[in-house]
Structures are given as C-alpha cells and as structure tokens.
C-alpha cells in the first residue's frame, strides 16, 4: 500500500473509492486547496447505471442529499467551497417518463441546481449516446434498448428538454469529451466535440464545457474542440487529467506543450476557452500526481501561457463558464442557497466578483 508503483498506487486508489465523501472531499482539499490555490471545487456527479444495467446501492435523489450536505459541512466547517455538477443520464429520464416515475431524472437535476447548491450538469456521451441526432443513426445499444419503442427518438427528446432548461436558466453543462471510457464497442467515439456542433446551433447560449482537451493523440479530434470555439461564445474545453503534464520525461512535456501552444495560436489566442481541471480522483492512478496543478502550471509556462492568461484558466474563465459573477443567475441561485442555509456566509461568494 505505501509503494509509489503501479500496484501500490492503484491499490490505494481502489481504496480512496470505499472512503466516505467527506473524506474525499478533504483529501482532494489537501492535494490542489489552500492559500494561493484552488478555492473552489466542483466535483460531478455521474449517472451509468442504465448503461451498465447495475443500480446505484443509493438512488440519485440520495447522493445528491449527501453531496449536498458535503458542500456545507466544507463550507461551514473545513473552510472550503464546494459546489457540485448534478449527474444526467437521457435513458434514465425516458424510463421515469415512460413508467411515471417521479420525480424524473432531469427533475432531480433541477432540484439540485435551483434548490441544492449545484453549479451545473454532467454529461457522459461515451456511454453510449450522441449528443443530438441519435435518431435515424445505424448506432449499437445494450440490448435493454430494445425495452423501449423508439428509443432513439426519446433518447434526443430527453437530452433536447435538458439543453432548453439549462440555455434558459444559464446553467453549465459538463461533458466527457474524449475518445476513452465507452461503455461498448466504439461507443467511445460519441463524445467527439464535433458532436455538439448541431446541439449549439439549436441552443446557441447554451453554456458547455467539453472535458479532456490536451493530449493531442488525434489532432482532427483536438482541432475540432476549436473549430467550435471559433463559432460559438459559449463553449470551453477543460485540460483535465492532462497526465502528460506529469511525465519524468523533459522530451514528452516539451513535445504536448508544442502541440497545445500551437492549438491556442490558431483557436484561442487569448486563452479564453481553457478552463483548468484534474479529474481526481481518476487522475489518483498516476505517478506524482499530488503535483498534477504545479505540473500543469510549467507545462503551460511552456505552452506560451503568461501569468495573466494563467490566471484565466485557473479563474475568470470558469467564473465565466458557471455564471459566478453578479447579477448572473447562477450567482443569484447560489446567494439564495446560502441565505436559506443556516451558518453560511453568502458574503464568501464576493470572491467571484
């Protein structure tokens, strides 16, 4: 257990994932939070359990309760913020529809956005669901699809009732973005960022991140990430569980920083649509990675990004992309949290001004 290879690692990982949540939360805290680091973590939920066809042991409505009161004991207690991302799975909210459960799958996540402290939605393509236009697609699904008549149909109605509800409300949407963790054959490759294209010329306010931009393994994949920062102003890209970042290798760190300094040259000169990300606790599997925000911070240095660009990235950049700012309606849902919150100091939100 105490070893740094790679059976020590994981073992210490696969124990990190029986750990209660509070417990979670401080060691995130420990790793990337305090004075002149991260202030604010937003840790998101996430729905696979009608893919996988293995139920949760507690219902989505309970673990947001649960993360719910994470948020303020964190707050309240350890001195840090935490505002969660509220997990959305299509097939679930078709079955709630078709068999008259209630509350649905996309109600849970409004109660949890409007009501609970939550800051935005995630979204988890690669298990098996294109963004939009599912329908009259050749597409391979668990063969509980077959349950449901026209399942693709229902599949885009669910996601479209979602994409309205957050464009209008301004609410986030977070979304797995790529080529890695499908829950099938080539189910993987619906998390192409080129996807979204047709969901935001519908919904072209919607606020979107798209998570996993920077390792650079296919560049028609990367490149399409900034093909749709050049058309839409509301869509950012995470660098999240950049573990090239921490290799022992000069020659691998050099050679992402070129590839990422030339992405920013022809998409984002100003470095506005990069948001930071770790992806912890998946990134606990690698080496050193208790560094991982001190890594990325040099592998950007080298990338070309200044200390003002950097700052971006770690901060106004997500301000921007959550609505945290005055006067923005996800600022005002999270006042209105802490004022109904007993021992919650709203004032804490000025750090976004």
Same mark, same amino acid.
């Given at each position: ?9 994981? $073992? ?11 417990? $979670? ?17 937003? +840790?998101?939920? @996430?729905? %696979? ?13 309970? &673990? ?6 994470? &948020? ?14 509220? +997990? ?12 008259? @459960? &209630?509350? *649905? ?25 294109? +963004? ?6 050749? !597409?391979? %699904?668990?063969?509980?699809? #077959?349950? *449901?008549?026209?399942? /693709?149909?229902?599949? #885009? ?52 991140? !798209? ?21 839409? +102003?509301?869509?950012?890209? #995470? ?9 022992? &290798? ?21 470095? #506005? ?19 991982? $925000? ?19 990235? *770690? ?5 921007? $992309? ?5 006067? /923005?309606?996800?600022?005002?849902? !999270? ?11 709203? *004032? !804490? ?5």
């Amino acid at each position: 257990m105490a070893g740094r290879g790679f059976i020590g690692r994981h $073992l210490r990982w696969a124990a990190w994932l029986r750990s209660p949540r509070m417990r $979670l939360a401080e060691e995130m805290h420990r790793l990337y939070g305090g004075s002149g680091r991260i202030g604010l973590f937003t +840790p998101a939920l @996430i729905d %696979y359990a009608r893919w996988l066809d293995e139920e949760p042991r507690s219902d989505i409505a309970s &673990q947001i309760e649960v993360m719910e009161a994470v &948020q303020k004991i964190a707050i309240r207690r350890k001195g840090f913020m935490i505002h969660c991302l509220a +997990p959305y799975d299509p097939w679930r909210q078709v079955t709630d529809l078709q068999d008259g @459960i &209630q509350p *649905t799958a996309l109600d849970i996540v409004k109660q949890a956005v409007e009501q609970r402290g939550f800051v935005g939605v995630k979204l988890y393509p690669p298990m098996g669901f294109l +963004p939009t236009g599912n329908k009259g697609r050749t !597409l391979s %699904y668990p063969v509980r699809a #077959d349950d *449901t008549d026209d399942f /693709q149909t229902k599949i #885009d109605s669910a996601l479209d009732d979602l994409y309205q509800w957050a464009e209008r409300e301004g609410v986030a949407i977070l979304a797995h973005a790529a080529n890695s963790m499908g829950a099938g054959e080539k189910f993987s490759e619906r998390a192409k960022p080129e996807g979204w294209r047709s969901v935001l010329r519908r919904f072209p306010n919607l606020r979107l991140n !798209l998570a996993h931009l920077g390792e650079f393994h296919d560049k028609e994949w990367e490149d399409s990430f900034g093909k749709l920062f050049a058309e839409f +102003p509301n869509i950012y890209a #995470d660098i999240s569980y950049l573990n090239g970042g921490l290799s022992s &290798q000069i020659a691998d760190i050099r050679a992402i920083a070129a590839k990422l300094k030339l992405f920013l040259a022809r998409f984002d000169q100003g470095v #506005d649509r990069i948001v930071y990300g770790s992806d912890w606790m998946m990134l606990g599997r690698e080496p050193d990675h208790e560094r991982y $925000l001190d890594a990325l911070r040099i592998l950007l240095i080298q990338a070309g990004v200044n200390d003002a660009q950097w700052r971006k990235v *770690t901060s106004e950049n997500a301000i921007r $992309l959550y609505g945290l700012n005055s006067g /923005q309606m996800a600022r005002s849902r !999270l006042q209105d949290w802490y004022r109904n919150t007993p021992s919650l100091d709203a *004032t !804490l939100l000025q750090r976004f001004n």
